[in-house]
C-alpha cells in the first residue's frame, strides 16, 4: 500500500517535522502517518511466548494426571494444532480487505469491525477485555503465590519438610502490584519489547528448571503412580468430583495456549516489509511450536514424576523441596516473567479505555495533554499524562484487590480458559477466514470449519462449568485476606 501522504501532512501540521520534509517523513511514518513500526519475527515470536509460556505451564502436570496418560497429551497436542491454525486465520485479518494492501486494523475488534461488523463487535470485545482483566488477575495470584513459595521454600529447608511453613499472599500482592504501578506507564505495546524478551528469556529459564527436577525425580526412581485413566474414582473421589477435575484440566489447558486476545496488538508491531501477516505467521509457527515442546514436556515429566499427586502448581505446590536453592531460582523467574507478562495483556485494555477517553473529551487537557519530561544522560524524553497515571494506577490496584479476595490459582486458569478459548481462539478466526476467503456455504470446507467451531463450544462450556464447580467449593471453604491454615 503506497504511504499516506494526508496522515503524514496532518502529523506535520500538527508539529511532527517541518512541511518542507516530507520525504523525510515517510522515511519514520508509516503508511498510516504512525511512528515507523520496528518489530521483527524475533520480536513478535517473543512477545507470544511471553504471553503463552505464562502461568498455565505450572498446572500442566496437575491437568494431566486428571485426564491421564490417554487422554491427556493427545487434548495438548489437539489445543496446540488449534491455536496455530486459528492464530494464521486472524494474522490475514490485521488488514482488510487485503491482507497484504488493505488498512491496518489496530485491535482484535477493528479486525471483526471491518471484516464481519454487527453485534460481533460487541461480542468480541465483551469476550477480549473481560478475558484481559481476568488475565491481569490470574497473573496477580500467581505471581504472589511464586513469591511465596520462596519464603515457604527456606521455611522448609530450616524446619524440615512437614513445618507448618503457611504465609498469606497478600503483602506479595501489594509488592506485585506497586512494581505493576510503575511500569503501566510505559505509554504503549511498541515499547515493551525489551520486557516480553526478557520475559521470554525467563519463561524458558523456570519451564527448563521445571523439566529438569521432573526428569531427576524419574530417574532416581521417584516416579509416582501414573494410569491411563489419571486420578482414580476412591473414597477420596467421587465419580462426579473426577469428571468436574478433566472438566477444569481441560480449561487449564486451554488457558496454557491463549495469545489470540493480543495477537493482533502484537502483529501491530510488526514493520511493513515483509507483510504484516506473513511475518505473524513465522512468529505463531515458531511461538506455538516452541511453547508445545515445553507444555508436552512439562505437562509428561511432571505428571511422570508426581503421578496423580500431582500438585496443582508443580512449583510451588511443594512437589519439589530440594535443591531448595534452584527451586526458589525457579519462582523468582516466574515472578520476573509475570511482571512483563501482565503488561503484555494490560496495554490492549489501557490503550482501549484511553483511545475511547480522547475520542470522547477530545478538549479536555487531564485526558489529553502529554507534559515532556527529560531522562537524564541523554536518554530522551518521556511524555507523562496525568489521565494515563490515575486511570492505570486505579486498574492495578483493582485488579489486585480482586485477586486478594479470589486466589485460586487451578479454577481461575480454568475459568479464564474456557472463557476465551471459543469465542477468541475459534470462533471470530474461523468466521474471519470464511467472510475473507469467501468459502462458499455448506462446501466441505465450510462444514469443517463450523464443526470445529461448535465442538470447540461444547468443549468451552465443559471446561468453564468444570471450573466454576472448583470456585464454587474454593469459596465456601475460603477466609480472604488470611493464611491457610492446613
Known sequence: MAPSNNNNTMFIEQGGLPSNNIQLSNKILDDDGRPKRTGTVLTASAHIITAVIGSGVLSLAWA?????????PAVLVTFSFITYMTSIMLADGYRS????????????????????????????????????????IGYTITASISMVAVKRSNCFHREGHHALCYTSNTGYMIAFACMEIVLSQIPDFHELSWLSILAAVMSFAYASIGLALSLASVVGGG??????????????????????????????????????????EIQDTLKSEP????????????????????YILCGCLGYAAFGNDAPGNFLTGFGFYDPFWLVDLANIFIAVHLV?????????????????????WPDNKFINREHPVV?????????????????????VILTAL???????????????GAL???????????????????????????????????????????AAAGSIQGLIVDVKKYQPFKAPQG
Open 340 to 360: 512483563g507478562a501482565y503488561q503484555v495483556f494490560t496495554q490492549p485494555v489501557f490503550s482501549f479505555v484511553e483511545a475511547h477517553a480522547k475520542k470522547r
Open 223 to 264: 516416579m509416582g503412580k501414573t494410569t491411563l485413566t489419571g486420578v482414580a474414582v476412591g473414597p477420596k473421589l467421587s465419580s462426579m468430583d473426577k469428571v468436574w477435575r478433566c472438566f477444569q484440566a481441560i480449561g487449564n489447558i486451554a488457558f496454557a495456549y491463549a495469545y489470540s486476545n493480543v495477537l493482533v
Open 420 to 462: 476465551s478459548f471459543w469465542p477468541l481462539t475459534v470462533f471470530f478466526p474461523v468466521e474471519l477466514h470464511i467472510a475473507q476467503a469467501k468459502v462458499p456455504k455448506y462446501s466441505p470446507k465450510w462444514i469443517a470449519l463450523k464443526l470445529l467451531s461448535y465442538v470447540c463450544l461444547v468443549v468451552s462450556l465443559i
Open 375 to 395: 531522562i537524564p544522560f541523554g536518554s530522551g524524553v518521556y511524555y507523562f499524562n496525568w489521565f494515563r497515571l490515575v486511570w492505570r494506577t486505579v486498574y
Open 64 to 72: 494431566i494426571a486428571q485426564l491421564g496418560w490417554a487422554i491427556g
Open 275 to 294: 507483510a504484516e501477516n506473513k511475518q505473524m505467521k513465522k512468529a505463531s509457527l515458531i511461538g506455538v511450536s516452541v511453547t508445545s515442546i515445553f
Open 97 to 136: 480487505p487485503d491482507p497484504v494492501t488493505g488498512k491496518r486494523n489496530y485491535s482484535y475488534m477493528e479486525v471483526v469491525r471491518s471484516n464481519l461488523g454487527g453485534k460481533k463487535v460487541q461480542l468480541c470485545g465483551i469476550a477480549q477485555y473481560v478475558n484481559l482483566v481476568g488475565v491481569s
Open 402 to 416: 480482586f485477586a486478594m479476595i479470589f486466589p485460586f490459582f487451578n479454577d481461575f486458569l480454568g475459568l479464564l
